[in-house]
């Protein structure tokens, strides 16, 4: 079943357009991987398929729906947004920020329940922050930090899952985790796009590959379908060579 | 723990206003009060305890409360912790047409300065809100720009009219830019009550938002809150309030931003758990600033936002360097 779908999408800052008559589809157990050059209006994607951004022109269905027809609560209750970076003006700590994900649910006034309490300790368990609720968020290297914000969406339980560059500053090993937490919520019916710039990331969790590049999709479909050395010409301006590696996706190498 | 602190600070509260009515000069000692409270005592003393103090007793809890509530909200509303009434210029403009209007009005109409400062405090915020709004809609950054740019603009116009006052003006006027609760009477608080309340419930009902909103707009938006919405009510209840205490009381600095962060520093940074804490803690504050204010130099008075100040500062002082 398709969760979320952009159809002829466009939409921007101010009245630049930044992305341009992009359909996109997003089904259950999809890992949807973005991919492009700076600029190519990647974030500006993610936005819009979250609703933080309105649409100049197109549509994002939700589960068949416009977004514009949904309320802002009930679009965050589905989809959770895993931002590139937050500013965190005053000291929050680890748990006060995963707790965060659970205000969707929660509405004004009620305080949250042992129901809540734990869906934001299984998610911070998930991404290795047990025994870190204390810690003041503040204090965290950029790399824990994203993984603070990769918990406070998961702990939203969401049905789609948008992620913004989520890997840039994980090490090896958290980005191995964070390859197996996508392919665990992929394999339950949850939905994911993922804004990346590590091909070989992708190529890793993603089951289709879109490629933006001046804010138009250049080609979306299966890593197989989409690999090829000249489209990383056309988009890149580089050269790239296609490792072939037996019972696994090719590794991407490219030349200086 | 956090229990034991909503103890301590019902207890401080209750206190505070227990002194305030009791304690006092010869017309009405703490034991002519505490008759007057029971239901005797001389005449004089009851027209003291129920026409003075109490009267300024509860303009002191609207407008402690008001100022800790909206310097609360502005806070995480713009996810700036220096944020208050202040910086954004809500009191300024208010300050600056109350100064005017003292200036100004004839004689009998000098009951129209609470207006004046209300409306003064309305221009403001208004200015404030159209400066802010780039081609992108209004950012926390702009909406700082221009609240420190209307505040300048106020600073400039209450010294100006200062300067060209009518000498028997002058400590009216200035009266407004130091803050006092003396001009406390019935009429002033049963007027301001009602005015506090509805712009209190609704920073109380955007509590959760407002956690979200101070990590950042497209953080909080992909939370579920409507943003847009939720800014243009909180930045018009804010400035309500900030607007309905300097009307009554003229500028106190300090209480909407340090009472704030006290409570965080004991409540933890939950918006939702934090404002009412704020709104009673602000309320504590300005009660027993007023009784220091009141009785340090009686029988003169000192300006009450002297007293919050020096009475804040130590406590945030010591919170702060033990805060990790």
Redesign the interface.
């Known amino acids: 079943m398709t969760l979320l779908a952009a159809s002829a999408l466009s939409g921007g800052y101010g009245g630049a357009e930044v992305v341009r008559e992009v359909d996109l589809a997003v089904a259950e157990g999809d890992c949807v991987a973005v991919l492009g050059p700076n600029g190519a209006g990647k974030s500006t994607l993610l936005r819009l398929l979250a609703g933080i951004l309105p649409a100049t022109s197109g549509a994002v269905e939700l589960r068949g729906r416009p977004l514009a027809a949904w309320r802002r609560r009930e679009v965050a209750q589905a989809v959770g947004f895993v931002p590139q970076n937050v500013s965190f003006a005053f000291p929050l700590t680890v748990a006060e920020v995963a707790q965060q994900g659970r205000a969707p649910h929660l509405g004004p006034w009620r305080p949250p329940s042992p129901r809540d309490h734990a869906a934001v300790a299984a998610a911070l368990e998930r991404v290795g922050l047990a025994g870190r609720e204390g810690a003041a968020v503040q204090r965290l290297s950029g790399g824990e930090r994203q993984l603070v914000l990769l918990a406070r969406a998961l702990a939203s339980e969401p049905r789609v899952l948008l992620l913004d560059e989520p890997a840039t500053a994980l090490d090896v090993r958290h980005q191995l985790d964070l390859v197996a937490i996508l392919r665990e919520l992929t394999a339950k019916g949850v939905g994911a796009v993922v804004v990346v710039h590590d091909w070989n990331f992708a190529l890793r969790v993603a089951n289709r590959v879109a490629v933006l590049h001046g804010g138009r999709l250049r080609a979306v479909g299966t890593p197989e379908e989409v690999l090829r050395p000249e489209l990383f010409r056309a988009v890149f301006g580089v050269d790239v060579e296609l490792v072939e590696r037996p019972g696994d996706v090719p590794f991407v190498v490219p030349r200086a | 723990m956090r229990r034991a602190a909503d103890v301590t600070l019902v207890l401080v509260l209750l206190l505070a206003c227990a002194a305030a009515l009791l304690a006092g000069g010869p017309a009405a000692t703490p034991a002519d009060a505490l008759a007057a409270l029971a239901g005797g005592g001389t005449p004089e003393a009851r027209i003291v305890v129920f026409g003075l103090r109490l009267p300024r007793l509860l303009l002191g809890i609207g407008v402690g409360a008001a100022l800790a509530l909206a310097g609360a909200a502005l ?2 509303l713009l ?3 220096l944020a208050d009434p202040f910086l954004l210029g809500i009191s300024g403009g208010g300050a600056a047409a109350a100064t005017a209007a003292f200036a100004l009005l004839p004689v009998a109409a000098l009951g129209l300065v609470p207006a004046a400062a209300m409306a003064g405090a309305a221009g403001a915020t208004a200015l404030v809100w159209w400066m802010a709004r ?3 809609g209004p950012s926390s950054t702009r909406m700082i720009l221009a609240g420190v740019a209307v505040n300048a603009a106020a600073s400039a116009a209450i010294l100006t009219i200062l300067s060209v006052a009518p000498s028997p003006r002058l400590p009216g006027a200035l009266a407004v830019t130091m803050g006092s609760l003396a001009s406390a009477n019935g009429a002033a608080v049963a007027w301001l009550a009602p005015y506090l309340f509805v712009p209190a419930f609704v920073l109380l ?5 407002l ?2 909103l ?3 707009e ?2 909080a ?6 943003v847009g919405t939720v800014r243009r009510r909180v930045f018009l209840a804010a400035a309500a309030l900030s607007g309905g205490a300097v009307a009554f009381a003229g500028v106190i600095g300090f209480v909407g931003l340090v009472t704030p962060h006290l409570c ?1 520093m004991v409540w ?3 918006t ?1 758990r934090l404002l009412p804490r704020a709104a009673l803690a602000g309320a504590a504050l300005m009660v027993l600033g007023d009784l220091v204010a009141r009785r340090a130099v009686a029988p003169a008075e000192l300006p009450v936002g002297v007293v919050t100040a020096l009475l804040g500062v130590p406590f945030f002082v010591v919170l702060l360097r033990r ?2």
Do not use: F, I, K, M
């Not at chain 2, 938006?221 to 409507?226: F, I, R, Y």
């Open positions: 806070q995480s996810g700036n912790p780039g081609p992108l009902l955007h509590g959760r938002d956690g979200l101070a990590t950042g497209e953080s938006a992909a939370l579920g809150v409507e965080r933890g940074q939950s939702r805060t990790p």
